[in-house]
């Protein structure tokens, strides 16, 4: 929480934004508190879903991105 007064990074309340700090729960990916606290640590199958997930979601935006430069070459 920036301001420190519990009501998120937007006002919105607690929980409500990307997970990059303490608090987290490990949605930031391992980026928020490094001495461990609020982070979760995966199963290799939860993992590996999260990453094919990723991996997925990077391919759609290569292919849009691929797209808009082919119409730009015009």
Same mark, same amino acid.
């Given at each position: ?24 729960? =490990?949605?930031?990916?391992?980026? =928020? ?17 999260? #990453? ?5 979601? #990077? ?9 808009? #430069?082919?119409? #730009?070459?015009?």
């Amino acid at each position: 929480m920036p301001r420190f007064d519990g009501r998120g990074p937007q006002g919105f309340g607690p929980g409500t934004g990307r997970g990059m700090g303490p608090c987290g729960a =490990g949605r930031g990916y391992g980026m =928020g508190d490094a001495r461990g606290s609020g982070r979760r640590f995966y199963t290799k199958k939860e993992e590996k879903g999260m #990453l094919t997930e990723e991996v997925e979601a #990077l391919e759609e935006e290569m292919k849009a991105i691929k797209e808009r #430069l082919s119409e #730009l070459k015009d």
